[in-house]
């Protein structure tokens, strides 16, 4: 088991056992991308929200949803205030028993929260008795876990790198299409076509997607309505309840209740 401090080195493909867990209580991180060769990875946080981004996708990840990583696979983990770091690297061989080998965002129910924060807390070394029982049914509730599908496909044009890197880590918004072709010397027209060619939504759609994950970050983090409102530039606090439940089918309030 690990408890890892802030900015503490760590290398999980160094480690020979089939089942490695970790914890930490974080605020402002960035991996860097990176990629684990021969461990598959559960990245989840009980408390906070993590922004986890790939070669082309970004996901967010609040304390109702984990994401699995498959081996090799590049990502990127950031979140600007305190989270609740938890991580399970599963040997790849072992792991591909029970998981396919791809990227998948799944519901964690009460059970699986519970599991995996005692997974986490176990001694690195070969599997007991108990903790193979406790794998057995973490493995079933994994089986049967739904699957999110909020996700944003990334455009990575080069003309884009710079802004593009801005939204990720949180320090600006993407803005109004006009606005956004002053800022980078491109044309509307090109910014429209690089989008709708790299993430198959034109770039207003794009933006209310980012606006959608950025809000729900922003209410896990303990934003009012009011705030997140403001930061995300709505006309109203009305105009971001509707935008919020045309899109998840909630209110911001219900949509944390229900997932609670």
């Known amino acids: ?32 991308f990176h990629d684990h060769k021969t461990k598959a990875q559960l990245l989840y946080a009980p408390s906070g929200c993590m922004t ?13 949803r984990m994401l699995w990583i498959p081996a090799c696979e590049v990502h990127r983990v950031n979140f600007r205030n305190i989270v609740a770091y938890r991580s399970i690297y599963f040997d790849n061989e072992y792991a591909e028993k029970y998981m ?51 996700e944003l496909k990334m455009p990575v044009d080069r003309r884009l ?13 993407p803005p109004m299409l006009k606005k956004l072709a002053e800022e980078t010397g491109a044309v509307e027209k090109t910014i429209t076509r690089i989008f709708k060619k790299e993430t198959n939504l034109s770039y207003q759609e794009w933006r209310q997607q980012w606006r959608l994950q950025r809000s729900i970050e922003l209410l ?41």
């Open 1 to 32: 088991m690990a408890i890892l401090k802030q900015n503490e080195e760590f290398d999980a493909d160094v480690l020979k056992e089939k089942v490695i867990g970790i914890a930490s209580d974080m605020v402002m991180h960035d991996s860097g």
């Open 52 to 64: 986890v981004t790939t070669s082309d996708r970004q996901f967010v990840l609040p304390p109702f």
């Open 100 to 150: 396919n080998s791809s990227l998948r965002v799944l519901h964690v129910n009460s059970l699986l929260k519970e599991i995996i924060e005692r997974i986490c807390f176990w001694e690195w070394s070969s599997l007991k008795v108990d903790q193979k029982n406790v794998l057995n049914v973490f493995w079933d509730e994994i089986a049967k876990a739904p699957e999110e599908k909020l």
């Open 161 to 173: 790198k710079r802004i593009v890197e801005e939204w990720t880590i949180r320090i600006s918004t």
């Open 220 to 260: 896990v983090d303990g934003n009012t309505i009011g705030e997140v409102s403001h930061i995300l530039d709505f006309s109203s606090d009305s105009a971001f309840i509707e935008f919020f439940k045309k899109h998840t089918g909630s209110t911001p309030l219900q949509y944390l209740i229900k997932n609670e």
